[in-house]
């Protein structure tokens, strides 16, 4: 028979993951649209676009519809899984730090998948990319990125666009003064907790992690210093999950040891690809001077 880890535990390790995951969230939460519908595991959403009203309309002419391509975006979804072995026979000898410890650990893992699903679906279906590999980031860039934006009419002023940014290009925005100081960014921007963020012309800027950004350990990554930054309108990515966090423990005889295993099933996708524009930099630390 096999041997079952106590109820208490079980439920314990669930809630305190779930609650670490929802507690710290993910990098890029809060900077997409979740979907409008959930059926089985698969994502619905509203497909985006821009609309025009009808000008100089005269007396019986016939209305044209303003959405025409405007719909409903599929999206299937892939499960993500944080697995842990704890090599303990005796459940009473882990402490409750220990176990803390293991359930962030399991959080904020499931959390960095979040970011690369939405980082890797902003990057591959981009419409449009500015600046080039052969230079550092500059402020210059940043509106080069909101003027291609702008150009396909997406509402910059409403205050939902986001970019992420590399540490290298992070350190050379710094030294701009009107990117420092308050009188041109305001307060401290409060959409990520602790985060490296900065509100500047309307953009929502903040650095990413290198490794997730630039896609390392997969197909889509950047080359040797190389860089994809990346600037998007909130509601031109999609990102969802099909159910809440699940999880199980259980004794595995072959190793003595218990497994933890917490689940999810999420998606992402740019529902509007002029909403989003990659910013190419060069990815190297010897460009960052105090001077």
């Given at each position: 028979?096999a041997?079952?880890?106590?109820?208490?535990?079980?439920?314990q390790?669930?809630d305190?993951?779930?609650?670490e995951?929802?507690?710290?969230?993910f990098?890029?939460?809060?900077?997409?649209?979740?979907?409008?519908?959930?059926v089985?595991?698969?994502?619905?959403?509203?497909?985006?676009g821009?609309g025009?009203a009808?000008?100089?309309?005269?007396?019986?002419?016939?209305a044209?519809?303003m959405n025409p391509?405007?719909?409903?975006?599929?999206?299937g979804t892939?499960?993500s899984?944080?697995?842990?072995?704890?090599y303990e026979?005796d459940l009473?000898?882990?402490t409750?730090d220990?176990r803390a410890?293991?359930?962030?650990?399991?959080a904020?893992?499931?959390?960095?998948?979040h970011?690369?699903?939405?980082?890797?679906?902003?990057?591959?279906?981009a419409?449009?990319?500015?600046g080039?590999y052969?230079a550092?980031?500059s402020?210059s860039l940043?509106l080069?990125g909101?003027?291609?934006?702008l150009?396909?009419?997406?509402?910059c002023?409403d205050?939902n666009?986001f970019?992420?940014?590399?540490?290298v290009?992070?350190?050379l925005?710094?030294?701009?003064?009107?990117f420092?100081?308050?009188?041109?960014?305001?307060?401290?921007?409060?959409?990520?907790?602790?985060a490296?963020?900065k509100?500047?012309?309307?953009?929502?800027?903040?650095?990413?992690s290198?490794?997730t950004?630039r896609?390392?350990?997969t197909?889509?990554?950047?080359a040797?210093?190389?860089?994809?930054c990346?600037?998007?309108h909130?509601?031109?990515?999609?990102f969802?999950?099909?159910r809440?966090?699940?999880?199980d423990?259980a004794?595995d005889?072959?190793?003595?040891?218990w497994?933890h295993?917490?689940?999810?099933r999420?998606?992402s996708?740019?529902?509007?690809?002029?909403?989003?524009?990659?910013?190419?930099?060069?990815y190297?630390?010897?460009?960052?001077?105090l001077?």
């Amino acid at each position: 028979m096999a041997r079952q880890a106590p109820n208490w535990y079980v439920q314990q390790w669930k809630d305190g993951t779930t609650h670490e995951y929802q507690s710290t969230g993910f990098a890029l939460k809060n900077t997409t649209t979740p979907p409008v519908k959930v059926v089985g595991d698969k994502l619905y959403f509203n497909k985006m676009g821009v609309g025009y009203a009808e000008e100089d309309v005269q007396v019986g002419d016939k209305a044209t519809p303003m959405n025409p391509d405007q719909g409903k975006v599929e999206l299937g979804t892939k499960k993500s899984r944080a697995f842990y072995e704890v090599y303990e026979d005796d459940l009473d000898q882990m402490t409750a730090d220990e176990r803390a410890d293991k359930q962030k650990e399991s959080a904020q893992a499931l959390g960095r998948v979040h970011d690369r699903t939405i980082v890797g679906a902003v990057k591959s279906e981009a419409a449009g990319s500015v600046g080039a590999y052969a230079a550092g980031g500059s402020l210059s860039l940043l509106l080069q990125g909101r003027q291609a934006l702008l150009a396909e009419d997406v509402p910059c002023e409403d205050g939902n666009v986001f970019c992420a940014v590399d540490s290298v290009t992070w350190s050379l925005l710094l030294a701009y003064e009107q990117f420092t100081n308050s009188q041109w960014v305001g307060p401290a921007l409060p959409f990520v907790t602790g985060a490296l963020a900065k509100t500047w012309n309307g953009i929502h800027v903040f650095q990413l992690s290198d490794k997730t950004l630039r896609m390392q350990d997969t197909a889509s990554a950047d080359a040797a210093g190389q860089a994809t930054c990346l600037m998007w309108h909130k509601g031109a990515v999609g990102f969802g999950t099909v159910r809440d966090m699940t999880g199980d423990v259980a004794w595995d005889i072959d190793y003595d040891c218990w497994k933890h295993s917490m689940r999810m099933r999420i998606g992402s996708k740019l529902i509007l690809p002029k909403g989003a524009v990659k910013l190419l930099t060069k990815y190297d630390a010897t460009l960052i001077s105090l001077i």
